[in-house]
Structure formats: C-alpha cells, structure tokens
C-alpha cells in the first residue's frame, strides 16, 4: 500500500456557508463535497462531488488540490470512492476576535460582522440535526484556525455542543492564548479533551509583541503556555506548539523564541508573512523576506543558527529557502 494523503477519505472543513470541503478551502481552490443547507451530510459525504475527487485522487491526479501550498497529510491507507464518516472534523471560519494582530485583520467592520452572525447563527440551528451523526463517529474536532475561539460564544457554544454529542472527542485548538487559562479549560471541560494547543505569540518579549498585537495581553499569554506546559509535561496533552509570524518587528527574537519554546516542552513554529491585508506598504514594512527588505540579510544570518535545526524548532519551507511568498493564496 502506498501512502496518500488522508484528508478526501477522513477528514472534512466545515465553512459558515454551509459549504464542507475535505481540507482547507483555499488548498482546494473551493471544491466543495456539497452544502449542508441543501442535502444530507450522508449525500454529502458519498455524494457525486465527493467521489469525483476521490476518483481522481486514487488515478494520482491531484487536479483539484493546490500541492504548491497544501499541508498533504499522508498515510498508507485503502482509498475508495465511498468513505465511512470523517475521523477529523475542522471548524475554521469563525473571525470572532478579541485583538488585532496587525499582519491577519484590518479594523473591525460592523457589516462583516453582522454578515456573519447571521450565518453562524444558521449553523447553530442546524447543527444538532446536520452533525450529531458526524460527531458521534469523529475522534478529532479543529478550531480554530480563522479567529478567536475563546473570544467566541459562537464557536465556544460549539465545543459544548461537541463535547455534549460526544464526550470521547479530543481536540485541537489554535489561539492567540490570551484566554486560554486553566480555568476556562477546565469550566468548559476541555481540559481532558485537549489533544493539541497552537499558541500565536510571535515575540520573545513584551514590548515587541504590543507592537504586533493591538490590546494583547502578553503576561496573561505566557501564564496559560505555563499551564499547558504543565499539561503537555504531565501527558495530558500531546501537542504544544507556539507559532511566531516573522516579520521586520519580531525576526530578531526567533532565536530567544526558540529558546522559550524548549523550556516549555513545546514547539516554536516559525511561519512566513503572507500578505492578508492588501496594503503594499504593510508589505514593504513587514516582509523581511523580500530581498529588497534592509532587514533580509540578517534573517538569513539568524536562521543559519543551529537551534534552528533542532527537534524543538520547526521553520516553514517559504523561510527555509526564502522563496517569494505565493501572493494570491490570501487574496481574498
Ligand atoms: C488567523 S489565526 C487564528 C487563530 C488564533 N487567533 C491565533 O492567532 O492563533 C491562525 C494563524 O494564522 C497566523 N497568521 C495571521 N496572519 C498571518 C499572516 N499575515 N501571515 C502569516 N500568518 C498569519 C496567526 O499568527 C495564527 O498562527
Ligand atoms: S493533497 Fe493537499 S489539497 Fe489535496 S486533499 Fe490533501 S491536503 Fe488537501
Ligand atoms: S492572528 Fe489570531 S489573534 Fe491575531 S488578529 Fe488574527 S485571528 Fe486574531
């Protein structure tokens, strides 16, 4: 058996359109398995579209799938055009968020906002009757990767519903931290269910991250990474991983970064900018992997480090080689 990757046969990405995607839509360029406002999740799942993809996948052509920016998850598995349900269920749509990091979002916008209340609000009538199956018979829930899962009611209002349907569920969340105390893990009883922490914290030092995220909350960021430390240390939690988006402001504390990321067991994931607020000038300032930039020799300099290569450390493709970030992946 030869390995592929798993996502078409495992795994689904629900969006607030009630679109479901077998991984991250941009990597599929929007090929969706169906509409959970317009059919069953059974017609979804092992419907037309969904073996179609499957079909071309099991023949090696990847026609439908992005390679070039995909995170490919793969394993040796039997492929076939039918699937039983998805193991691995990612809710990623949710921008709810507490601060502004000033790489991801420009200031709020009241229609937005508005815009998606309404859908989100659609996916919480629904959701019992589409995904109470779906999640009796998954073993992993994502969220969330599009905004703040704990400055959220929405999608906090989710993970009780989840844990509700199925109380076996692990999880796997992404943060800026901020919120992710130990007393709001265990109220809402996902302490014993947390199989993977991503914290966003892209500086070693306090007066750097103020500067990339407006009305952040540092000193409370590092107390709940203690904690999940702890939880990581202890077994309780397998995966702990600190991200850090490298840009002109922070790339002189990658090192230090990587340092704290050892101390605390976890991971330090360095990551490229890529352009998400369409400003030339934010690029210009921010992007210290464009040759042009005054800071890229010494980003060179700095990830020849060889804390760089050790296990507690993982640093992105695009940085590893410096290639030109593929623009029009977050053009949206
Ligand atoms: C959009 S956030 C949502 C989850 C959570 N709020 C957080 O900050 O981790 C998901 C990840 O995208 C990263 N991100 C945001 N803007 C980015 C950019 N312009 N370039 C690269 N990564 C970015 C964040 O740092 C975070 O690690
Ligand atoms: S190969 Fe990439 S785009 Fe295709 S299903 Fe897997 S992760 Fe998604
Ligand atoms: S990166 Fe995360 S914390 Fe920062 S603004 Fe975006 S969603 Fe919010």
New binding site residues.
């Given amino acids: 058996m030869s390995k592929i990757c798993k996502h078409p046969f495992q795994s689904i990405q629900v969006q607030n359109t009630g679109e479901i995607y077998c991984c991250c839509c941009f990597w599929t360029d929007f090929y969706s398995f169906g509409n959970i406002f317009e059919k069953s999740f059974d017609e979804i799942w092992n419907g037309e579209k969904a073996k179609e993809f499957r079909r071309q996948f099991i023949k090696k052509n990847y026609k439908y799938c992005k390679l070039d920016v995909c995170d490919a998850a793969l394993e040796e598995i039997e492929p076939s055009l039918t699937a039983p349900y998805p193991k691995r269920i990612e809710f990623s749509y949710d921008r709810h968020?507490n601060?502004r990091?000033i790489?991801?979002?420009n200031e709020k916008n009241k229609e937005e906002e508005e815009f998606n209340r309404n859908k989100e609000k659609r996916i919480e009538e629904n959701f019992d009757r589409v995904f109470t199956p779906v999640i009796k018979n998954a073993e992993f829930v994502e969220l969330?990767?599009?905004?703040?899962?704990f400055a959220s009611k929405h999608s906090m209002e989710i993970v009780k519903k989840i844990i509700n349907i199925n109380p076996n569920i692990k999880f796997g969340v992404?943060?800026?931290?901020i919120l992710f105390s130990k007393e709001i893990t265990q109220k809402i009883g996902l302490e014993d269910r947390l199989s993977s922490a991503?914290?966003?914290i892209?500086a070693a030092k306090e007066k750097t991250y103020n500067k990339l995220v407006e009305k952040g909350n540092f000193k409370a960021v590092i107390e709940n990474v203690k904690y999940l430390s702890e939880l990581k240390k202890c077994g309780k939690l397998n995966n702990l991983q600190l991200?850090f988006?490298v840009t002109s402001i922070n790339y002189k504390e990658m090192k230090d970064f990587a340092k704290f990321a050892k101390e605390m067991g976890a991971t330090a994931?360095f990551?490229?900018?890529?352009?998400?607020?369409d400003s030339d000038e934010l690029e210009n300032k921010?992007d210290v992997t464009l040759k042009s930039h005054r800071g890229y020799n010494k980003l060179v300099k700095i990830l020849k480090d060889p804390i760089f290569k050790e296990d507690c450390c993982f640093v992105n493709d695009y940085l590893k080689d410096l290639k030109p970030v593929y623009k029009s992946f977050?053009d949206w």
């Fill in positions: 968020c601060v990091c790489f991801c979002r969330n990767s599009a905004g703040e899962l992404i943060s800026n931290g991503i914290i966003s892209h991200n988006v994931f990551i490229n900018y890529h352009r998400q607020i921010l977050f």
